[in-house]
């Protein structure tokens, strides 16, 4: 498992990240909050039948310091698109968590030739005030694994510092995925995207962790009511709102018979 | 060396158990707490408190800008700093500050900074912070990953808008305007000086020396835990090669003053143990909104608790985290130099060594903190400007102050009335 390759691409003058694994049709997965520190199972679960692709966004894990020049979130949308281009997952299906399910929606509502399928995992960009997400920005630091993954420990695994790592710049890599979420979605994760749902013709999947407790599960009634095209939701049991770590087997067999 | 005195303005009746009972001083401290009503009062003891400082013969007075916080009733302290203008005469007024990034436009801070500066015929001092987390990220809701770009944008459009003579567009990344001309314009010429409060991150010491700012280290922790800001600041100057001159630098100081060191103790324990205490209980959730500390600010702060430097308690940390490692008790209070107390003598004797040890010409001191009352804080003030400001005046005597404002000449001022309340037979 796990032999992947590991690419270079450059989106606004920064270089960034992209992996790749395994054959078949092309498939690609932006991460959610947090980003990819390092390799996950579940990607390893989606490069078994498909060619997966996954792109760092920027200011997350593989994206250097990307979001410090992109200001507003037409400029983010721009460069998803762009990342997207040069990653070669133009018109491909695409699949995306939390942060970067956002994005992905927002790419496939304006620029619908850019996603065949859409598979999103509880997107961010919604705020209902009488049933507002769960500040991420405003923990403790001991409240974070629990709240991005049903089992903490699956959440620590993933940040904790590999061996031979740098020690000072790991650290701040893991904040600046914090910096780059909260650069796009400060502070009420409200991008306003509900207007633009209408425009997503895309055949849409919407995962939601049965135990999500950032994003609101009834999030996904909206999305689903929003998008023009086909949508199914399915509901991940014993998943917190990073699903797709906390039973990577089962979110990827949801999302890869859906493409299907 | 210049002696200001400086006032939070905290709420004075938080409860006694209000660490144990409330989460926190600051963002989401609940409103059943306030009482405008005491609030009435204490505002206006508080205005009598400065324009006594004033009177007793303080260098400057000073206010500061805080949000939804216990300990600072101040959201615009340009509100009192006007008041302040007509109710001083000579007293430089400091206001610590505006914080740019808040005000939208931010052209509001030049404004209002230039009314404060023609009402007062040229005396303000024109403070511009970035704000800590709570103040910016979390009431105001600024996004933290923009908050220092949009500070520097706006520093650059205040200083434009008092300096420019025609009307200009400005094109920023953040604030577009098409007619940038600002009425009033500021009294002293090109502008108030610019001071900036810093918590010791690299990029601060950098920008007030290349751009000869007074760079303020306003700390509650005292001159001991201060020490390895201000050298940062210094060594920084060095490197640049700039003078070091003490007048290029500010620093906080509580300050308690009595007969004997025993009677400070006695007298100031309970304001301080309030304020560090109930004041500073500080929600750690509110402590580090991602992107606020500088990555080169995080760096430096885990290479500072690598070597276990001096200043590792501080190096990176966030207002926040460090309101969460203070002590509480009078005696851990004055042994870590939070509060200089003692008599006018020893009090004198270690502010001599803070100004010169940490090279400050300019010492911001709370002389109220916490609940000190009203008659307290009267007593703190006269006997320090009677006793201790003497033996004092002549620290950094040589040295030429290019940082304090330049008022009007008196005779060219305005004949400001004497407050006369109406007597009740009239």
């Known amino acids: 498992m796990s032999e992947f390759e590991t690419l270079t691409v450059d989106v606004n003058g920064f270089p960034t990240r992209i992996w790749r694994k395994g054959s078949g049709p092309m498939l690609g997965f932006l991460a959610g909050y947090g980003g990819l520190p390092r390799w996950m199972p579940f990607l390893d679960e989606l490069a078994k039948t498909r060619t997966l692709i996954v792109p760092s966004l920027p200011g997350f894990p593989g994206g250097d310091r990307g979001h410090t020049i992109l200001d507003t979130h037409l400029d983010w949308l721009l460069a998803v698109r762009d990342t997207l281009d040069k990653a070669g997952l133009a018109g491909a299906d695409l699949a995306a968590s939390s942060v970067g399910a956002s994005l992905a929606a927002d790419v496939a509502a304006l620029w619908p030739h850019m996603v065949r399928k859409l598979a999103l995992i509880a997107p961010f960009g919604l705020f209902d005030e009488k049933n507002p997400p769960t500040d991420p920005w405003a923990q403790r630091g001991d409240a974070v694994p629990g709240l991005m993954c049903a089992d903490p420990d699956i959440w620590k695994a993933m940040k904790a510092m590999p061996e031979g790592a740098n020690s000072i710049e790991w650290p701040i890599e893991q904040v600046r995925a914090n910096e780059a979420a909260a650069r796009i979605f400060w502070p009420l994760g409200n991008t306003r995207i509900e207007k633009r749902l209408r425009l997503i013709k895309a055949p849409t999947l919407l995962l939601w962790g049965e135990q999500d407790k950032i994003m609101p599960r009834n999030y996904a009634e909206i999305f689903a009511k929003g998008i023009t095209g086909p949508t199914t939701t399915k509901i991940v049991a014993g998943a917190g709102h990073l699903a797709e770590h906390d039973r990577p087997a089962e979110v990827a067999g949801e999302i890869v018979a859906f493409l299907s | ?426």
């Open chain 2, 1 to 426: 060396m210049k002696l200001m005195w400086f006032h939070l303005m905290p709420y004075t009746e938080l409860p006694e158990d209000f660490r144990e009972a409330n989460p926190s001083v600051w963002v989401d401290i609940h409103s059943s707490l306030f009482d405008p009503k005491r609030a009435h009062l204490m505002y206006n003891d508080f205005m009598d408190e400065l324009e006594y400082a004033a009177e007793v013969g303080f260098d400057a007075v000073c206010v500061n800008e805080h949000h939804s916080n216990g300990y600072g009733l101040m959201p615009s302290p340009n509100l009192i700093a006007s008041s302040l203008a007509r109710r001083t005469r000579d007293t430089a007024i400091c206001v610590m500050g505006n914080s740019l990034a808040l005000y939208n436009p931010p052209t509001r801070v030049a404004e209002e900074f230039a009314m404060i500066d023609c009402i007062s015929g040229g005396r303000l001092i024109a403070g511009f912070p970035v704000g800590t987390p709570m103040d910016t990220c979390y009431a105001y809701g600024t996004n933290p990953s923009q908050l220092r770009q949009r500070y520097m944008e706006a520093h650059d459009l205040v200083i434009r808008a008092w300096t420019e003579k025609e009307t200009f567009a400005f094109n920023g990344r953040f604030n577009q305007q098409r007619y940038v001309n600002i009425w009033p314009r500021p009294v002293q010429n090109p502008h108030p000086p610019i001071w900036v409060p810093g918590g010791g991150s690299v990029e601060t010491w950098h920008w007030c020396a290349e751009m000869n700012y007074v760079y303020c280290y306003l700390s509650y922790y005292g001159y001991k835990a201060g020490r390895a800001t201000m050298d940062g600041f210094w060594a920084e100057m060095d490197r640049l090669g700039k003078d070091r001159n003490p007048y290029q630098a500010g620093f906080l100081q509580f300050i308690g003053v009595a007969e004997s060191r025993q009677q400070a103790f006695d007298l100031y324990g309970e304001a301080a143990e309030y304020f560090y205490g109930r004041c500073l209980h500080v929600d750690p959730k509110w402590a580090t909104p991602p992107g606020y500390t500088s990555e080169g600010s995080q760096r430096a702060g885990i290479e500072s608790q690598v070597k276990q430097a001096a200043d590792s308690a501080v190096r990176g940390k966030s207002t926040g985290e460090r309101f969460a490692a203070v002590a509480r008790d009078m005696d851990a209070i004055v042994d870590n130099g939070y509060v200089i107390i003692g008599s006018p003598d020893e009090v004198a004797e270690q502010l001599r060594e803070v100004a010169t040890q940490l090279n400050v010409g300019h010492l911001m001191l709370l002389l109220q903190f916490g609940n000190m009352s009203k008659e307290l804080t009267r007593y703190n003030t006269k006997l320090f400007a009677e006793q201790v400001m003497p033996k004092l005046k002549d620290v950094h005597a040589s040295w030429t102050d290019h940082w304090w404002p330049k008022p009007m000449d008196v005779s060219q001022r305005a004949e400001i009335p004497a407050y006369m309340p109406k007597l009740a037979a009239e």
